[in-house]
């Protein structure tokens, strides 16, 4: 194609579209520990608002909400068990850097993200991520990779699974792309400027629309034009070509002649000859999502995809975010810690998008630790992190939690090989993806359905789970005939935590009321501690 391009950056003088932030100077100095950051601004916030925290969780509470979070899935009773015998000061620090060197951590990353990239689409960019991850690329090479998509690169194979279900609905493509990666849903100013935030405008749907108008799909294959405007009608009927802007009223400035009509006809006859050949479609001469790349992460304009990461797993590990809804990042809704947010974006910059690290000062942060428990009266609001937010589990967190519990310890004994035990466990995600796929994703008003419930109580899967055999929980327990060891057993097995004093009476009692029929009661038992909220939350 012979479309010559002439572009060049230029700042749109006006509002521009950002969360409240602080001057720079105000915040703590960039060498603090994240951690100490994080105590530091949660802290000020709770001695203004005249609340005291939730103490500290307890060890076995600490060791499931880590393992939980770090490599999703409950730990085994030979962890826990190791963990609250330790007496070495740096536990902790020493149980969340082997969590997050593990394997496990880079599954449970890929499929947070997945979760996260796919939502509400079909297909899965699991396999993209895991080895993304794996090789500890950072949040804005993923990005670079998931919104450039070369399908020609085998490393990057997978990438394209972001847009490709989006392809065929521009408008959609541009909410969720505004939505994940910026935190910011501008699909309200699509008809009209946002009725309730003055910083969307009709410009910035558009303006963002426009970097992404020219993706399509081409056969198996995503494809990107290299011209194509974006036009649209102002609610009083204004017919309108909108800018490459970006959300922080940045535009990129282009004077482009348009392809002539057989110009148009050979891309057309280049497109389709790909598309029967099965092949990837020729890059365009100009692409304007990599555009949309280079601008947003651009001094001035990155603040925005920092912000929005930082808030989204920082969601994911204390259950509310800094700014809630998570895709409600403007300055109508400022963040509840202005300070920490812009410190830990600034941080994040920093570090180069480093995720891992953001993780590990997170939750190495005493607030991180608090307990879930509030002991008197109305707890507090959630925004001020003063105790624990109780979590669903995700379908593989929960799925994956089920089979360790229902396996026999040993075979996840400290004697036996590291490799071996981590190889178990991925064996053991592998097993419960099928019951994890019927399953919905828990929202932020998440409640248990009718079909949960069912699936609970009188399911195949959940009977299989439930079965006898050599590496199962429920044989060792018929095969354990003091009522106190059992009891030890099956809690610490599930639970994750020695039983207490009135749970060895209630849970003796019960199992002697089945001594007649002891496979009965012991799966009885099983079950119901696996149904149990306390198994099904992360607290």
């Known amino acids: 194609m012979r479309t010559k391009l002439r572009w060049a950056l230029t700042v749109s003088i006006g509002f521009v579209a950002a969360p409240a932030r602080s001057n720079a100077t105000e915040l703590l100095s960039p060498d603090r ?122 490393g990057r194979k997978g990438s394209s699974a972001f847009l490709k279900p989006r392809a065929k609905d521009l408008d959609r493509l541009t909410s969720d792309v505004s939505s994940t990666f910026f935190g910011v849903n501008v699909s309200c100013a699509k008809c009209h400027d946002h009725p309730r935030v003055k910083d969307w405008k009709q410009d910035h749907f558009y303006g963002m629309k426009s970097f992404l108008n020219r993706t399509f799909e081409n056969g198996d294959f995503l494809g990107e034009r290299s011209y194509g405007v974006v036009k649209f009608k102002t609610t009083e009927g204004q017919e309108k070509q909108a800018k490459f802007m970006f959300l922080t009223g940045r535009t990129v400035d282009v004077q482009e002649k348009e392809p002539s009509k057989d110009e148009q006809k050979k891309e057309r006859e280049s497109l389709e000859e790909a598309r029967k050949k099965k092949v990837a479609p020729p890059a365009p001469t100009f692409s304007a999502r990599a555009k949309l790349v280079e601008v947003a992460l651009q001094l001035g304009e990155r603040d925005f995809f920092a912000r929005a990461v930082v808030n989204r797993v920082w969601y994911r590990l204390f259950g509310h975010g800094l700014v809630m809804p ?40 005493r607030a991180y630790a608090r307990s879930s428990r509030w002991e008197s009266g109305e707890p507090p609001r959630a925004s001020l ?48 993806q099928g019951l994890a796929a019927t399953m919905a994703r828990p929202g932020e008003d998440y409640s248990i359905g009718v079909s949960e419930a069912l699936l609970m109580s009188n399911s195949d899967q959940l009977k299989g789970l439930l079965g006898e055999g050599g590496d199962r929980l429920l044989t060792r327990l018929v095969q354990t005939k003091d009522a106190g060891e059992r009891i030890e057993l099956v809690v610490r097995n599930v639970l994750s935590r020695p039983p207490g004093d009135d749970e060895g009476s209630l849970l003796g009692e019960f199992l002697r009321g089945h001594d007649d029929k002891p496979v009965e009661g012991c799966r009885q038992l099983l079950w119901a501690l696996l149904t149990s909220a306390e198994f099904r939350f992360n607290y």
């Open 385 to 432: 992190f003063a105790v624990a937010n109780v979590r669903p589990l995700s379908p593989v967190q929960l799925t994956t939690s089920m089979w360790v519990a229902v396996s026999d310890p040993e075979l996840f004994a400290t004697k036996a090989n590291p490799a071996e035990i981590e190889q178990r466990i991925e064996g053991l995600e592998s097993r419960g």
């Open 33 to 154: 520990p994240i951690d100490n950051v994080v105590d530091h601004y949660l802290d000020a916030k709770l001695a203004e608002a005249k609340v005291k925290p939730a103490s500290t969780a307890d060890d076995a509470n600490v060791i499931r909400r880590l393992t939980l979070d770090l490599v999703g899935r409950i730990p085994t009773a030979a962890e826990t068990r190791a963990y609250l015998d330790s007496t070495d000061p740096d536990k902790c620090a020493k149980l969340v850097d082997r969590l997050m060197t593990s394997p496990g951590f880079v599954r449970h990353q890929a499929n947070e993200f997945n979760a996260l990239l796919m939502a509400g689409t079909p297909g899965s960019a699991r396999d993209y991520l895991k080895d993304a991850f794996q090789a500890d690329r950072s949040w804005d090479q993923i990005f670079r990779d998931v919104m450039l998509a070369d399908e020609s690169d085998a």
């Open 326 to 365: 998570l895709d409600q990042m403007h300055s109508e809704n400022p963040p509840s810690h202005p300070e920490l947010l812009e410190w830990l974006a600034r941080d994040t910059i920093a570090h180069g998008y480093n995720l891992r690290r953001l993780t590990r000062g997170l939750v190495l942060s």
